[in-house]
């Protein structure tokens, strides 16, 4: 072969990787706006007692699983045959960590779904209906803003997601409030109230998954992970360890 056939191939062969990175760079995105739209097909379940709805969004599950697992399969392949840059390997990664976020906080939709389902026929209070719809737009916010961070490769975005997430912390707190009020009231039986303060908890887990992305998103832009600070000072604490004898003080090793 020729050195201008190899250049050729060599130089399709980049197109075709690149071409690959794109596809799955939206298939990640079509993944988290399915997610993204099953967080108020939920609620609606949730607040009309929608019994056909709530069947209809554990089914449409098993399709978010199933381009998880292929978006999995396709990072590996990839992985496989091509030799990534640092920077792709770690977009690549991200793209793989992504795809478990967003199964998990699907899956947190299908939990609030058959929730809904064993509390069918309760009667929510207006307080309690109003922040489950507060908790709701929160939890969907927090994922669109995640993967826009994503999409742009947006580190500062990235980084402000914990504090975002804190309002959706308070509204879960405001929850809790409301359905202790509500059951001391006499207005909502034990089982009903056990329910809602895990759907309040399934809501709140799902910002927790948009941080987590959030977090993988500062890694893939700059290599920093949060668990690296606490890499660095367990190697301190080693390397003292070591070479002293002694374990640090614990004021020299706290965060």
């Known amino acids: ?19 690959e990175l794109d596809t799955l760079n939206a298939e990640i995105l079509r993944l988290g706006a399915l997610v993204a739209e099953m967080v108020p097909r939920g609620t609606t379940v949730l607040l ?10 554990v089914d449409d599950d098993d399709e978010l699983d199933r381009l998880s697992l292929e978006i999995e399969e396709r990072v590996y392949l990839i992985m496989a045959r091509q030799a990534p840059l640092a920077s792709e ?6 793209i793989l960590k992504l795809a478990g976020e ?34 709701a737009s929160e939890a969907q916010k927090l ?5 826009e961070a994503f ?21 879960n707190r405001e929850m809790i409030e ?18 809602l303060a895990l759907i309040a ?14 977090q993988r998103v500062t890694y893939m832009v700059t290599g920093w992970l949060p668990e690296h600070t606490g890499a660095l000072r367990a190697n301190a604490r080693r390397h003292q360890l070591d070479t002293t004898g002694q374990q640090p003080d614990a004021a020299e090793s706290s965060p």
Do not use: C, W
């Not at 899956?107 to 109003?130: C, H």
């Open 102 to 135: 967003l199964e998990r906080s699907a899956d947190l939709m299908v939990n609030v779904s058959k929730a809904a389902r064993r509390m069918y026929g309760a009667e929510l209070t207006p307080k309690i209906r109003g922040v489950i719809g507060a908790m």
């Open 143 to 147: 994922v669109r803003l995640a993967l």
């Open 1 to 19: 072969m020729s050195e201008s056939d190899a250049s050729t191939r060599g130089t399709e062969h980049r197109i075709t990787y690149h071409r």
């Open 178 to 195: 409301a359905v202790f009020e509500a059951h001391s009231q006499g207005l909502l039986d034990i089982a009903a109230a056990v329910q």
């Open 89 to 94: 390997l770690r977009r690549l990664i991200t």
């Open 201 to 214: 908890r399934y809501y709140e887990r799902i910002g927790d998954h948009a941080v987590n992305i959030g």
């Open 151 to 171: 999409a742009d490769s947006d580190e500062s975005l990235a980084g402000a997601l914990g504090d975002i997430d804190d309002q959706l912390d308070q509204l």
């Open 48 to 57: 009309k007692g929608d019994l056909a709805e709530a069947q209809a969004l």
